[in-house]
């Protein structure tokens, strides 16, 4: 047998509605197909969140990390990073024809 590694990855594209928890650090859960995902981030890593939301019309977001302990409806994940990218509007095929 050989080890391996468990990584979440979980993509959004609107802002969640978080809840500000001690430091400025964030909270918010995330529901994937009925399993409820909570996540807390630190400030630096919400702000990539609310920058993308104010400064792309359309955007997504990737958010990864380890899966935590069980809740009644999911999981915690654990050490989240968040990457964003700006989702560009495809190029209409019929003008290109």
């Known amino acids: 047998m050989i080890q ?6 979980i993509k959004i594209n609107e ?3 978080a809840t500000a928890v001690e430091n400025g650090w964030q909270r918010f859960d995330i529901d994937c197909d009925g399993r409820i995902i909570s996540v807390t981030v630190k400030p630096k890593v919400w702000k990539k969140l609310t920058d993308a939301q104010a400064n792309f019309p359309e955007w997504v977001g990737a958010i990864a990390g ?3 302990e069980a809740t009644e409806n999911g999981f ?3 050490e989240p990073n968040i990457q964003v ?3 560009k509007p495809k190029a209409d095929k019929v003008a290109a024809t």
Do not use: H, S, Y
């Open 85 to 87: 990218f700006e989702k």
């Open 66 to 68: 380890k899966m935590g």
């Open 76 to 78: 915690v994940l654990l």
């Open 4 to 9: 391996g590694k468990l990584e979440i990855t």
């Open 15 to 17: 802002l969640p509605n």
